[in-house]
């Protein structure tokens, strides 16, 4: 839970409206008056005066990506380089239907999932 919170700090999203889907940048956090230590907490609702005017939805913060490293799937088929053409043939096919179920399964785009058939 620790790291989760280093990373938001580090890259804290932005804001979006749930109900009309409006984007907010960050709310700035205010300086603390003389003689008071650190900073006063950000104001939500900052940036979101005019669309609070038009909207009922509360904007909540989003973030797109993590700094993660990438996993790998790889499938070992012995015997398959023997098989010549229909082997590698075969080979393509079911890299294609495990690119279906992950995009099926975890709701990602073909393109960001990179596949190689090595013989």
């Keep these: 839970m620790r790291r989760l919170e280093e990373e938001k700090a580090q ?3 932005f804001y979006l409206c749930p109900t009309c889907g409006g984007q907010f940048s960050r709310p700035q956090a205010k300086k603390a008056p003389k003689g008071k230590q650190g900073q ?3 104001d939500a609702r900052a940036d979101i005066t005019a669309h609070a005017l038009r909207c009922s ?7 797109l990506g993590h700094k993660l490293k990438a996993d790998t799937l790889r499938l070992g088929v012995p015997g398959i380089a023997s098989r010549g053409d229909e082997g590698i043939a075969w080979a393509w096919s079911f890299v294609y239907a495990i690119i279906q179920g992950a995009v099926r399964l975890f709701e990602v785009d073909e393109d960001d999932l990179e596949v190689f058939v090595l013989t």
């Design 40 to 42: 006063v907490q950000p």
């Design 11 to 13: 890259s804290p999203g």
């Design 57 to 63: 939805g509360q904007p909540q913060q989003f973030s």
